[in-house]
Every structure is written in structure tokens, then in C-alpha cells.
């Protein structure tokens, strides 16, 4: 047996409060928003009345305190997968806007299409399908859940649609604590849904993580 679908669930609000871009640092968990944006995300799983199998996450504080609430209300163990973690960055622990505008790090935008500030977008690409393929494997019955991060979870969109991987960051359809799910059908993984539990809670939250 083979999972039925994956969700691919991104976490919900970070607290940072210096809005810096947080990557890879520790020390970064959810807000109360986003605590709530996470429980909204896994009360939007368990009303789908499906049955689950696997709950994987990023070992990364954010994505673990947002699989919390899944755990509880599904009935499962997280289990880590560094496949499924946030690219490092080059900008991480800085303030973007000020960053950009310092010469020491242009050489770290010199080349989008890497991207050059940080890991490789068919890096990432890699990575996120090696964990789904495995999700799907070794779930007996049932889906697989994976919570994620924002670029890894567009990545895996992009390659899946055909489209280029080079993008404009500003412009990604993967908020906080949404959930983009996958099935299988022959030998590629197709994306079937799109949904956004946690839109409620969005007005005002600060979503500066990633580049």
C-alpha cells in the first residue's frame, strides 16, 4: 500500500518581531497568530474526513510547534525530515530591505536563476521530492502530511506545473499555514488542491522568513 495524497502544510506566523529574515537561525517559534493559524490548518485536515497515516516535518522550531496541533487532532507522530527543511540563505539574520542596499551583499544577488544568496532551486527540488516519494512509499494507508516551508512547498508546485523555477518571491501562492496537496497518478505526482484554512487570521501578519 501507498499513501492516497500528501499535504504539503506550511507553518503559520513566525514571531519577529525585528523583522529580520529568519532562514535557518533557532530561535524563531510561531506568535499567538500563528498558533492559531496552525490550528486552523489542522482542524481544515481533520474536517476533510479522510484518513492519515504519516506526519513529517521540518526540524525547524516554526514547522514543529505548527505539526503540534496536527498531531493532536490526527492522532500521529511527527517524525523529522531535514529534506523538508528551509534553504539556507545568505540574508539570514539581516533586514532584507537594508541588506539589498549594502555592496558586501551584492555579490550574493548576482544570479537569480540559482539563486545565488542561497541553496540552488533544483537543489530544493530534490530534496522535496525525495521526501514526497518517500511519504508516499512507506505510508501503509492513508495520507501523508508534511509540514514545510514556504519555498521548498513552491518549488515542488512549480516543477510539478512544468513552469520555471526562477521566480519572482514576491509573488508565491503559499501562505502561512496553507496546504497544497498532491496524489500520484501513474508514475508523477500531481497537484489537486490548494487551500487556505488560516486566511482569516492573515490581515496584519508578517510573513519575512524566506527569499
Not at 529534506?83 to 540574508?91: A, G, Q, S, T, Y
Not at 519555498?151 to 523555477?165: C, F, G, Q, S, T
Request: aromatic share 6%; charged share 25%.
Amino acid at each position: 500500500m501507498v499513501a492516497a495524497q500528501i499535504h504539503l502544510v506550511r507553518h503559520g506566523e513566525v514571531f519577529n518581531p525585528d523583522r529580520v529574515l529568519y532562514g535557518r537561525l533557532p530561535g524563531f517559534g510561531l506568535s499567538e497568530r500563528g498558533h492559531k493559524m496552525a490550528a486552523a490548518a489542522a482542524n481544515d485536515l481533520l474536517a476533510r474526513d479522510r484518513k492519515y497515516g504519516t506526519l513529517i516535518a521540518s526540524p525547524l522550531q516554526r514547522t514543529q510547534e505548527s505539526a503540534a496541533p496536527v498531531a493532536a487532532l490526527l492522532g500521529l507522530t511527527p517524525v523529522l525530515d531535514e529534506r523538508v527543511i528551509e534553504p539556507h540563505n545568505h540574508f539570514e539574520g539581516k533586514q532584507m530591505r537594508r541588506a539589498v542596499l549594502n555592496p558586501r551583499n551584492w555579490p550574493a544577488l548576482r544570479d537569480p536563476n540559482l539563486p545565488s544568496w542561497g541553496e540552488p532551486y533544483g537543489s530544493i527540488v530534490t530534496r522535496m521530492m525525495a521526501a514526497i516519494e518517500h511519504a508516499w512509499k512507506t505510508t501503509s494507508s492513508g495520507d501523508a502530511v508534511i509540514v514545510s516551508h514556504q519555498l521548498p512547498i513552491w518549488m515542488v508546485h512549480r516543477y510539478l506545473a512544468d513552469e520555471a523555477l526562477r521566480h519572482d518571491p514576491r509573488k508565491r501562492r503559499c501562505a502561512l499555514s496553507s496546504i497544497t496537496t498532491l496524489e500520484k497518478v501513474g508514475d508523477r505526482f500531481v497537484e489537486v488542491e490548494y487551500r487556505d484554512p488560516a486566511a482569516e487570521l492573515a490581515a496584519g501578519s508578517l510573513d519575512v522568513g524566506a527569499v
